[in-house]
């Protein structure tokens, strides 16, 4: 395919959204250096007779975040690819009906979001793309930590203030008769001193009389 084609398909990328009619997955990708990745592609309208096409954006802020051709796999030439990919790492093939991107050994620089694309007559049909991103260690979800509870010492309760949970009903029910016992004695103690205070005014007033 002419250099200048490609330019155009480049101009385009930007101003086109996804389409339906090519069905690209996963939507997004993290994966340790070194390990091996791939990512698929299927029209799900109509088959294409020329092939599915393989793009990329590297990411930003790499100075070559164009887009650029990798590769597309052709019934009569096999895989073609582009001028700068790494043929040892990077493989096109067909399964099933779909297109499937495989690369091998990657590394930070192959992060970037992959397009595919097919040529239609006359429009082009791009997938949603997949971001791809290459890290030497992968986050890790921090596990929840579990609250330790200690348990609380029985504390008889206290006229005044109580600290802790009671022993019970039990001694619940001892310390609220106890009070009243003590209410009642002192309402004795408090009638019977009024009886004896009457009963001296009496005794006085009949001697001075």
């Keep these: 395919m002419q250099p200048g084609l490609w330019l155009l398909l480049a101009a385009q990328l930007t101003v086109l959204h996804g389409s339906s009619v090519l069905l690209q997955t996963p939507p997004s990708l993290m994966i340790q250096t070194n390990k091996t990745v791939m ?14 096409y393989w793009l990329r954006q ?3 802020p ?3 975040s164009h887009y650029e051709f990798l590769a597309v796999w052709d019934s009569r030439k096999g ?7 790494k043929q040892e790492k990077l493989t096109v093939f067909l399964d099933a009906g779909r297109s499937i991107l495989k690369l091998t050994s990657v590394e930070p620089a192959d992060s970037g979001i992959y397009f595919c694309m097919t040529i239609g007559s006359p429009e082009l049909n791009f997938g949603k ?14 596990q929840p930590t579990k609250k330790t509870t200690t348990k609380k010492k029985c504390r008889p309760p206290s006229p005044v203030t109580q600290k802790g949970p ?10 609220v008769a106890g009070v009243l016992l003590l209410l009642v004695s002192l309402g004795v103690a408090i009638h019977l001193h009024r009886l004896r205070r009457r009963a001296r005014l009496r005794l006085l007033k009949q001697f001075y009389k």
């Design 62 to 64: 790499s100075p070559d």
């Design 39 to 52: 990512m698929s592609c299927e029209a799900i309208t109509s088959r294409t007779s020329t092939g599915i």
């Design 129 to 142: 793309g997949t971001q791809l991103s290459v890290v030497d260690v992968l986050p890790t979800t921090a």
């Design 166 to 175: 009671s022993c019970g009903p039990v001694t619940l029910g001892l310390l």
């Design 58 to 60: 590297r990411q930003a």
């Design 79 to 85: 895989i073609v690819y582009g001028q700068k990919v």
